[in-house]
């Protein structure tokens, strides 16, 4: 009976330091969701603004060259973008990601894996994954963001992919994510038709306009969404710590319970052997 009341005990305490880890770790990503999601909120605003100008300024945009309008057809692969983590302990968010990029990337694609985790993952997968952006941390690093659009608008215009694919994780609310893949480059600009009246006059040239408004767009683009995926990790950490505390909440007091019993029966027994000794002398 003593053993058991032991081991009961042993295990009280290794569910009591479990839950005292989860609670701190819940603690902590819960104030690191606050903080990146003011970060994206506060990006939304902007975002919107930049993508309605940029729409406003590409629609009447014709007679335009460039690479990044159209697929390379020759080109015989596709160069994916995969956002991971890299932390661990965040529930499904880095599962539900490698099941779509398992379901996306073709073995004669390539990929770039932004997060410890996606490296780890697929460093021995079905396609080749390319030595670049291995210490990037999260979206705050904008001039990682801009070297990643400068390398991708790059290597679009040097024909080496068909088209490049940016897998990430969509945030809706604080419990639901959606893993999303979205076509990055080539660039898909809506025309007016039919336009009556005037065109908006553009300056210096249309041409000029548009080499020099695109790689911020597209600098702000990636920025939205790694935001949005750094918002997605930090909520499914948070999610994830709460339910795991919750379960070591109810794991503790199912304990309790069983050492009380069990204690309870070692009282009862020694006062049965003092009862059984005394009734003998």
């Known amino acids: 009976m003593g053993q058991n009341i032991n081991k009961i005990k042993s295990r009280m305490g290794s569910v009591t330091g479990a839950y005292k880890v989860t609670s701190a770790m819940k603690l902590v990503s819960s104030v690191k969701l606050k903080t990146w999601r003011y970060r994206m909120l506060a990006n939304k605003e902007f975002t919107e603004a930049i993508n ?6 590409f629609k009447y945009i014709d007679n335009v060259s460039s690479p990044l309008l159209e697929m390379n057809e020759k080109a015989n692969k596709n160069l994916y973008v995969i956002v991971s983590s890299s932390l661990g302990l965040c ?3 880095n599962t539900n990601i490698f ?11 390539e990929a770039i894996i932004l997060g410890r985790k996606g490296f780890v993952h697929y460093k021995n997968g ?3 994954i390319l030595d ?18 400068r390398f991708l608008v790059d290597e679009y215009i040097k024909g080496e992919y068909r088209q490049i694919h940016l897998i990430y994780t969509s945030y809706k609310n604080p419990i639901t994510f959606i893993p999303t893949d979205i076509n990055f480059l080539p660039l898909s600009l809506s025309r007016e038709e039919g336009y009556v009246g005037y065109p908006p006059l553009l300056e210096p ?8 408004l695109t790689p911020f767009y597209l600098e702000n683009r990636l920025y939205s969404y790694l935001l ?6 930090q909520a499914s950490r948070s999610n994830a710590m709460e339910n795991a505390t919750k379960n ?3 794991l503790l007091d199912q304990l309790q319970i069983e050492f009380a019993k069990a204690r309870q029966g070692a009282i009862t027994q020694e006062l049965i052997e003092i009862v059984g000794a005394a009734e003998s002398l």
């Open 91 to 93: 529930g499904s968010y």
């Open 132 to 149: 670049k952006f291995l210490d990037y941390k999260n979206a705050r690093d904008r001039g990682a963001i801009r070297r990643m659009v």
């Open 205 to 212: 040239t249309k041409q000029k306009l548009f080499d020099t």
């Open 126 to 128: 079905g396609f080749t």
């Open 228 to 233: 949005e995926s750094e918002v997605c990790e």
């Open 52 to 57: 309605e100008a940029s729409d406003q300024v």
């Open 248 to 250: 070591a909440e109810e």
């Open 99 to 109: 099941k779509l990029a398992d379901e996306k990337v073709n073995p004669n694609d």
